[in-house]
């Protein structure tokens, strides 16, 4: 995987625009089931590494995000979901902010190399503050989806259009 998108790594049903959780523990599971359905991967085996690496910090300071990521065997490419949380949830982070962007990443185990290029990837585009507002003011999962995957690479003039015709889906 030399150049990567966005488009490689979420889809549009691995994104979660509403989800209501009670703690971290649910979210993390909504999130490794997303993910779980289209690797072909079993939930608990995507939950049960996803735990054991929430031990790294899995959160970007002062802006609501959390970034989980895990290897996990028997998965064939990096696959993520992302998760707008409502509401927001105290997830412990040391700056308290609450979360109320959570993204899991789950990468083979054979190929470390992409996991890593895919972390980073979507690190940077969190990082970014004109795309968690986009993120957080789409009103459904196409509009989410454009807003996340839109490359600047690719951002072209129609990319205004495509988004405005995201938001207007129902």
């Given at each position: 995987?030399?150049l990567?998108?966005m ?13 209501r ?12 089931s ?17 735990v ?5 910090p ?17 998965m ?14 105290e997830?412990g982070?040391?700056d308290g902010w ?32 004109d ?29 205004a ?10």
């Open positions: 995987m030399n990567m998108r488009r490689e790594l979420f889809t549009s049903e691995r994104i979660l625009p509403r989800l959780a009670r703690d971290r523990m649910t979210v993390l599971r909504q999130l490794a997303a993910v779980a359905r289209d690797a072909s991967v079993p939930e608990d085996a995507i939950l049960k590494h996803v054991v690496a929430a031990d790294l899995p959160y970007m300071p002062h802006c609501g995000v959390s970034l989980h990521h895990t290897l996990v065997s028997n064939k490419h990096p696959m993520a979901a992302l998760a707008r949380l409502d509401p927001p949830l997830f982070a040391p609450p979360t109320d962007l959570a993204v899991l990443l789950a990468s083979p185990t054979a190929r470390p190399q992409d996991h890593l290029r895919a972390l980073a990837y979507i690190a940077r585009r969190l990082r970014r503050q795309v968690r507002e986009l993120v957080r003011a789409a009103n459904n999962r196409d509009a989410m989806y454009v807003a996340f995957t839109t490359d600047e690479r690719s951002m072209t003039e129609d990319s259009p495509r988004l405005l015709r995201a938001q207007n889906r129902i």
